[in-house]
Nanobody
Framework: QVQLVESGGGLVQAGGSLRLSCAAS????????MAWFRQGPGQERDIVAG????????YYADSVKGRFTLSRDYAKNTVYLQMNSLKPEDTAVYYC?????????????????WGQGTQVTVSS
């Protein structure tokens, strides 16, 4: 089993930055593809960024390209999402997800493990 715990959400003004963290426990996630999803009010939960289980490739949704950066620290068993130039439309609950030996991008149903989510609110 893999347990994922997100942190780092909060309230920020448009144009600001936040860094989300996803700490994994229970098992090393070095063999897992990791991703960040988000779900706004009344919206579907969609992938924002993902990394191949080997770390060899990453994926970013068009809406966040050039603003968000996903990274992983194997030693700390932690994945990060650096979010810059935040916009009000980035407001959502952000979830960390993992799947064994997966690709950099996938649908919600393909991920086996989820964190509890962390709220990000961007004010205009």
């Amino acid at each position: 089993q893999v347990q994922l715990v997100e942190s780092g959400g909060g309230l920020v003004q448009a144009g600001g930055s936040l860094r989300l963290s996803c700490a994994a426990s229970g098992r090393t996630v070095s063999s897992y593809a990791m991703a960040w999803f988000r779900q706004g009010p009344g919206q579907e939960r969609d992938i924002v960024a993902g990394i191949h289980w080997t770390g060899g490739s990453t994926y970013y949704a068009d809406s966040v390209k050039g603003r968000f950066t996903l990274s992983r620290d194997y030693a700390k068993n932690t994945v990060y999402l650096q979010m810059n130039s935040l916009k009000p439309e980035d407001t959502a609950v952000y979830y960390c997800a993992a799947r064994f030996r997966g690709q950099a991008v996938g649908g919600r149903a393909e991920y086996n493990y989820w964190g509890q989510g962390t709220q990000v609110t961007v004010s205009s």
